[in-house]
């Protein structure tokens, strides 16, 4: 997986509570994006990120996601107040700092599956 | 309208078959074009790259029209470990960096 690490791998919560994802990109690597699969679904953008600053959150739920990248640590993306429709996995993937007109390879990380109950 | 379109099968097919997928997407803007392969569970692989002129590796062939703005995945002589999900993949890019849209993807089983 290009060392992309994601943790928790499995996450149970109980709707209403909090959910905490975390991802560490590739070494060396600036840019973390987050995507969400739902089941039997393809994968949705969310969340492009560089350290310390969000670059496209157009594809984040307007209540109750955030996700910050910062300086220091991990990219984490938080859902509050969980419900059921948020069971899905969750995929960060992170690209080094390419120029505009390179073709950029996005390296994912495995994934976690949060389930709500 | 979706920006990336797959059929999404499943393709049951035999071992030793050819098969092909095709996708369209909507947004002309686009400059890149990949195939991934998912397997149950796992995260996107990237299957390789997708060029105006073609590309081929090994048994997998990809074609990109850009005035029809299709893309297509030939398989020759399927094996039962290529039976996944297939995601179209396209790519903008945004400043410095990437945004890539996956279509649903297109479910191959193949057989004994």
């Known amino acids: ?117 | 309208r979706k920006e990336v379109e797959q059929d999404p099968g499943p393709f049951n097919v035999p071992e030793g078959a050819t098969v092909a997928f095709n996708c369209t997407y909507s947004n002309s803007a686009s400059q890149s074009f990949f195939w991934y392969r998912q397997d149950c569970r796992k995260e996107p692989k990237l299957l390789m790259s997708v060029y105006s002129s073609g590309n081929e590796d090994g048994r997998f062939t990809a074609q990109l029209n850009r005035a029809s703005q299709y893309i297509s995945l030939l398989i020759r002589d399927s094996k039962l470990s290529d039976s996944a999900t297939y995601l179209c993949v396209v790519n903008r890019h945004t400043g410095t960096a990437s945004k890539l849209t996956f279509g649903t993807g297109t479910r191959l089983q193949v057989t004994l």
């Open chain 1, 1 to 117: 997986n290009a060392g992309v690490m994601q943790n928790p791998r499995h996450l149970v919560r109980r709707r209403g509570q909090e959910a905490r994802l975390r991802c560490s990109p590739v070494k060396g690597h600036s840019h973390v994006y987050w995507y969400r699969q739902l089941p039997e679904e393809g994968l949705k953008f969310m969340v492009y990120l560089q350290k310390e600053n969000i670059i496209d959150e157009s594809g984040m739920p307007k209540e109750r996601f955030s996700a910050e990248f910062p300086k220091e640590g991990p990219s984490i993306l938080r859902i509050q107040q969980v419900v059921r429709g948020d069971s899905a996995a969750y995929f960060c993937a992170s690209s080094p700092n390419y120029g505009r007109r390179e073709i950029n390879t996005i390296y994912f990380g495995e994934g976690s599956w949060l389930t709500v109950v």
